[in-house]
Nanobody, 119 residues
Framework: QVQLVESGGGLVQAGGFLRLSCAAS????????INWYRQAPGKQRELIAA???????NYADSVRGRFTISRDNAKNTVYLQMNSLKPEDTAVYYC?????????????WGQGTQVTVSS
C-alpha cells in the first residue's frame, strides 16, 4: 500500500511552466511504475507520463517534448516538469502508483492537483 500526495498545481499563462510533485509514503524503488494522468472536464482520464522503477520513461504524444517526468529516490518523490503549457493542458492532474505481478496489478491514486492554463 502507498499514499500519494500531489502538489504544485496552479494557474499559469500559456507558454509558462509548472512543476508537479508526487510524494509517496514509501520507497518509490518498490513501486513498479509511477504515472501521471490528467482529466479535463467532460473528458476521460488519460495517461500522459510514466516512469518505471528502472527509470524508463514514456509520454503521450500530446505532451512529448514539453513535459518531463523524473524521480528523486531519496525523497520518494516523482516530478512532472511541464513547459510550454497550453490552454488544452488545463486539467486535474493525478499521480498513480502501480504494483504489478504476473497475474494482477494494483493501482493507488493521489487526490489530484488542478492545473489551469489561461490563454
Amino acid at each position: 500500500q502507498v499514499q500519494l500526495v500531489e502538489s504544485g498545481g496552479g494557474l499559469v499563462q500559456a507558454g509558462g511552466f509548472l512543476r508537479l510533485s508526487c510524494a509517496a509514503s514509501r520507497s518509490i524503488n518498490s513501486i513498479d511504475a509511477i504515472n501521471w494522468y490528467r482529466q479535463a472536464p467532460g473528458k476521460q482520464r488519460e495517461l500522459i507520463a510514466a516512469i518505471t522503477s528502472g527509470g524508463s520513461t514514456n509520454y503521450a504524444d500530446s505532451v512529448r517534448g514539453r513535459f518531463t517526468i523524473s524521480r528523486d529516490n531519496a525523497k520518494n518523490t516523482v516530478y512532472l516538469q511541464m513547459n510550454s503549457l497550453k490552454p488544452e493542458d488545463t486539467a486535474v492532474y493525478y499521480c498513480n502508483a502501480r504494483f504489478v505481478s504476473a497475474s494482477w496489478f494494483r493501482d493507488y491514486w493521489g487526490q489530484g492537483t488542478q492545473v489551469t492554463v489561461s490563454s
